[in-house]
């Protein structure tokens, strides 16, 4: 379990909205921030103590008028953990995926059971963003099947689990933060997978190490365009590239990128306003 001492900031928002609490996610997610939660009328926002710095954050908040104020507190990691267990509910994919919770009890079985313990990582299936990855891989099961995947920016390799257990050939999980990393290389042993999942703690570099059939990337847009030329330079020809981590709004721009780098489109979901396109390398 992490101890590592954590900041929580309390966002007030006045009107309080889901849609707002989201945008303002994807808006605080730039800086070091690494995991969030929405409980009206506030959204939660947790850093590492040493790199929390309120200037930063008052920058952003400060172009919102529907922010009423914040305040920050200092946590443990394993407190955060364990209110998170606490509220957390199974969450069902399509009737194929289920993902828990250490403390859920017993939950119908479906096609593919995963169990995460975030640790302070992104990445539990409660997002719309990794919600519709799930849906997305699930639709391309026989491209992941015996392939080789890349989950990038893998928070807690809910994704990467999938694969695996969908039958990918060898998967590497990375993540650029160490806490990240180490909830990935836990849940992946954790769901009996581990001997097919290597994580990794870095950057986009690390690609370079293989070529993949499958990159699965659910980041902030502007990671994703300025890291897509690395993705494209890794993806085999014929290989699938899947990416979320961005609104609706942003397709255009991303598959615009996308094209000028020789990939196709090949699929796009949406919801509530969030966006996962699929692109082919030819």
């Known amino acids: 379990m992490n101890s590592q001492e954590y900041i929580e900031v309390r966002v007030r928002l006045a009107p309080f909205s889901e849609e707002m609490a989201e945008v303002l996610t994807a808006e ?23 790199l929390y710095q309120p200037a930063h954050l008052k920058a952003i908040l400060s172009g919102y008028r529907c922010v009423a104020g914040f305040e920050a ?7 955060w953990n364990r209110a998170w267990e606490e509220r957390f509910s199974p969450i069902v994919v399509d009737g194929t995926v289920t993902i828990k919770a250490p403390q859920n009890g017993a939950v119908p ?23 519709m990855m799930m849906q997305a891989m699930l639709k391309r099961e026989d491209r992941i099947r015996g392939h080789a995947v890349l989950d990038m920016g893998c928070g807690t390799a809910i994704l990467g689990i999938l694969a695996a257990k969908m039958g990918a050939r060898k998967v590497w999980a990375i993540d650029i933060d160490a806490v990240a990393a180490r909830s990935a290389w836990g849940n992946a042993r954790w769901n009996r997978v581990g001997t097919r999942i290597q994580t990794l703690c870095g950057d986009a570099s690390l690609l370079q190490m293989g070529t993949y059939d499958v990159i699965l990337a659910n ?40 094209g000028a780098l ?10 509530e306003g969030w966006a996962c396109p699929a692109f082919r390398k030819p």
């Open 73 to 79: 507190a200092l946590v443990q990691g394993e407190n």
């Open 219 to 258: 980041i902030h847009r502007n990671i994703i365009l300025q890291d897509l030329p690395t993705y494209v330079r890794s993806l085999r020809p014929g290989g699938t590239l899947l990416l979320s981590g961005f609104f609706e709004a942003d397709v255009p721009a991303v598959t615009t990128a996308a």
């Open 109 to 131: 079985r479906t096609r593919f059971n995963i169990w995460i313990d975030p640790e302070m990582a992104f990445g539990t299936g409660s997002h719309h963003t990794t919600y």
């Open 28 to 50: 605080i997610a730039e800086l070091p921030y690494e995991s969030f939660v929405t409980e009206a009328p506030e959204l939660k926002c947790y850093i590492q103590k040493d």
């Open 262 to 271: 020789g990939l196709r489109p090949d699929g796009l979901l949406l919801r």
